[in-house]
């Protein structure tokens, strides 16, 4: 298999714990540097400590030479909190922005979810705030999102966060490249012309995998969950047949020109440069 020599990669982590995770995520965005990604991402979670994480995040990515994107949700942030962590990553040199609505915190109510309540009202506000400083990055849904009403409701939310001012996408990962493909050209036939990079996760364990995919919404082909089931607790082979099924489905989004591959690390260098290495090799 080849790739493309235009293919960009760009890499998503999520701040550490403790001082041991925090050694684990340098030693492993170290390892991913031969990746040469684009830039870094890094998620957000609601209330102080996890932003600080995002922030403290941000900055050792930037001092690995990483260009540093970092998560900002609206729900549960008022506006004044938002702008503040808007000057804070202007101030550090933070150029990208990933723009999401987020999830309510546990056990606040519909209140207490904030001024704004749709990631199009925030890259509404980061436009009028910083006008064109942030390149913004949005969230898509080619199995559509799991709240949505339907799937052109969904698409809908996406167009308009487009016309918000967004200026490239990344998609939630999937396992079956043709979603994608009709989420791309459903979007471009409603005027979308930015950039949807896929988004890509590595397979490194069954029970995980389902997990995340249950919350947010993304399909697993029943092929898959069977094969890793029969796998129990093998992980050895789990991994080996993921590496396999998503250095694939990567291949095939390669072949058809996609504008990039984002990869959701989980913090796992081997994962994710397994992949990369099949792709390369």
Not at 241 to 260: A, K, M, S, Y
């Amino acid at each position: 298999m080849t790739m493309q020599a235009s293919t960009a990669f760009s890499l998503e982590f999520f701040p550490p714990r403790d001082d041991a995770a925090k050694q684990r995520l340098v030693a492993g965005a170290q390892q991913m540097l031969v990746i040469d990604p684009v830039y870094c991402s890094v998620t957000f979670g609601a209330g102080g400590s996890t932003r600080d994480g995002t922030f403290d995040t941000v900055r050792v990515l930037r001092e690995l030479g990483r260009d540093a994107a970092p998560h900002l949700s609206c729900i549960g942030s008022s506006r004044d909190e938002l702008k503040s962590l808007l000057q804070l990553y202007r101030q550090e040199g933070v150029s990208r922005i990933v723009a999401l609505r987020g999830d309510m915190p546990s056990g606040m109510g519909a209140d207490a979810a904030g001024a704004l309540r749709h990631a199009s009202d925030l890259v509404e506000l980061i436009r009028h705030e910083t006008g064109d400083w942030f390149h913004i990055e949005v969230a898509a849904y080619p199995e559509m999102h799991p709240q949505a009403a339907g799937p052109e409701h969904d698409l809908t939310h996406f167009v308009n966060k487009v016309r918000a001012g967004a200026d490239s996408a990344i998609t939630q990962y999937f396992f079956n490249a043709d979603s994608y493909f009709d989420f791309v050209d459903r979007a471009q036939a409603k005027g979308v012309n930015i950039p949807i990079v896929p988004g890509i996760m590595p397979i490194t364990n069954y029970t995980q995998l389902m997990r995340f995919s249950e919350m947010c919404g993304a399909e697993v082909p029943r092929w898959i969950r069977l094969r890793l089931a029969e796998m129990g607790d093998d992980k050895d082979s789990i991994r080996a047949f993921g590496t396999e099924v998503v250095t694939d489905l990567c291949q095939t989004l390669i072949d058809n020109d996609v504008p990039g591959l984002h990869f959701y690390t989980l913090n796992n260098a081997e994962a994710t440069l397994a992949i990369w290495r099949g792709l390369t090799g």
